[in-house]
């Protein structure tokens, strides 16, 4: 085929394209968003990190909120001695029956102990045993003759009788709360001084053994008085029938001008005196009769504004030190590497040790620690804006930048810092369960004590729970749990704002 040639042509062989309808540069029908609309819209799209963020921010309301609301539930330890008393109680929702949080409990005793749930019964009508799965058999196992009861218990009932001491104003106010509410707190004081058991209101022999009558019924052995003895004259027991010849409801102690009552109180009735309600606590109490639920709240409040401290700090101190560090490059990058080198080999656990054995006896506990963690914590930080700004600082709106005049600070934190944001978010938030379990590991392990009378913190509530792992192991479940579910769910709350600030995928679908 001959070539064509096209030199030559005229112009009768050109045909005009009409113009008309053609658009060359149309308008864009979606508004133009920023840097964080796009990133949130991303952030949206990813369902884990959503759900991770509401479970960050439920645990943040959590830590807040609570020990706003219910402070003296933690605090009564401290200045109620009688809330001693209800030390190591299982998880109870009123109304609940479900296991686990109705403050029941399945138990094994012996006829001893049955008989004195049974005297409990008889004398304040409070019920501690709920069912009776197996009775009066024998143990071939057991080295005693005793008979053994399987029983489902209501630990709060099983509160039973204590001893205290109060003023005659209390001794009063007591008597004028059981009138108005028909509930009886104070019950009769018993002859023999030295029981210690206020559970015992009925003769027993040398072995502690109930002394029933022909009949079976025990048989009371509370202390009498004359009738001009007219401080108690409030609600009375069935058994104090004679009036000629009242039963004697305290012990006078002290001096006339410092008279005291040492009385018997159910404790079950006495903590709805003090405090206006059924005794109840959602995740039970530890084992001197704090509310775990509000210490909880107390202990997850410190360790994350802790937490978050320390993640602003080494935010600073690394974002400083990396950019310098990866925009200057060369002899100032070498040398900034080796002093990170040297403090990257100093080891946590012995800089945590030593600071608490040493540092802590002059500036405390909490400076100490919070010492120990930003000595090191802020290489990580550094390491990883220095490599953003390596592979950030030669892209090309950069260079235009320094072209047009722009100083080396407006380079390093209006254009590359930027950019490196995704990467240093991520860091930072991931910061947080991390210093949290360090904190944990570190009171767990007993180098770090943070419980006192006014706060606490999650990882001292594991290692004070560990104790009592194998017969009430909610103390420590809860905490378990709470810091579980807080390492989860930062994990995915940083992960999707790993995605959501990557420049790569802004404006991607």
């Known amino acids: 085929m001959s070539e064509m040639k096209y030199d030559n042509l005229p112009a009768s062989a050109f045909e005009f394209v009409p113009m008309e309808g053609r658009s060359h540069d149309k308008k864009f029908d979606t508004e133009p968003i920023g840097y964080f609309r796009d990133a949130l819209n991303r952030f949206v799209k990813n369902k884990s990190s959503v759900v991770g963020f509401f479970i960050i921010v439920f645990v943040v309301l959590y830590a807040i909120l609570v020990p706003m609301f219910c402070e003296n539930n933690y605090t009564r330890a401290l200045t109620d001695t009688t809330y001693l008393q209800y030390g190591m109680l299982p998880p109870k929702l009123p109304g609940v029956s479900i296991p686990g949080f109705d403050g029941m409990s399945n138990v094994t005793v012996n006829d001893s102990v049955y008989t004195t749930y049974r005297a409990m019964t008889e ?42 001491t109060i003023t005659p104003a209390q001794y009063q106010a007591i008597q004028n709360w059981q009138n108005e509410t028909g509930i009886q707190v104070i019950y009769p004081a018993i002859t023999d001084t030295k029981q210690n058991n ?14 029933l009558d022909k009949d079976g019924n025990f ?8 009738p001009e003895d007219t401080s108690y004259q409030s609600l009375r027991i069935a058994a104090d029938n004679d009036p000629e010849n009242p039963l004697a409801y305290a012990r006078v102690t002290g001096t006339s001008d410092a008279k005291g009552y040492v009385v018997r109180v159910s404790k079950y009735n006495y903590f709805q005196y003090r405090y206006g309600f059924e005794p109840y606590f959602v995740f039970g109490t530890n084992g001197i009769g704090q509310d775990i639920f509000t210490r909880l709240a107390s202990g997850a409040r410190f360790s994350l504004i802790f937490a978050v401290v320390i993640s602003a700090i080494n935010l600073f101190i690394g974002a400083i030190y990396g950019a310098i560090e990866g925009y200057y490059g060369g002899a100032v990058d070498m040398v900034m590497e ?93 910061v947080i369960p991390g210093v949290i379990f360090s904190e944990s590991s570190l009171s767990y392990l007993g180098i770090v004590n943070l419980d006192s009378s006014t706060m606490t913190s999650v990882g001292t509530m594991l ?14 479940l809860f905490p378990a749990l709470f810091i579980s579910l807080l390492e989860i769910s930062f994990n995915l709350f940083g992960n999707g704002l790993r995605d959501a600030f990557n420049p790569s995928l802004r404006g991607a679908e």
């Open 338 to 430: 080796r002093i990170s080198d040297v403090l990257n080999g100093v080891p946590f656990m012995v800089v945590t040790t030593l600071f608490q054995l040493h540092l802590a006896k002059q500036v405390g506990v909490i400076p100490s620690l919070l010492f120990a963690f930003v000595l090191t914590g802020w290489l990580g930080m550094a390491a990883r804006v220095r490599m953003q700004f390596y592979r950030f600082k030669s892209q090309e709106y950069v260079l235009a930048a320094r072209t047009l005049g722009a100083k080396d600070a407006r380079l390093m934190f209006k254009h590359i810092f930027p950019n490196s944001l995704g990467t240093i978010v991520t860091g930072s938030v991931l």
């Open 123 to 164: 004398e304040t009508g409070i019920q501690p045993v709920v069912e009776v799965y197996r009775e009066n058999y024998k143990d071939p196992k057991a080295s005693s003759k005793s008979s053994f009861y399987d029983l489902k218990v209501d630990k709060y009932k099983l509160l039973g009788m204590t001893y205290m």
């Open 219 to 226: 048989k009371p052995i509370y202390r009498k008085t004359t």
């Open 198 to 211: 206020a559970n015992i209101w009925y003769e027993v022999n040398r072995k502690s053994q109930a002394q």
């Open 463 to 476: 290692a004070k729970g560990k104790n009592y792992l194998s017969t009430d192991p909610y103390i420590i």
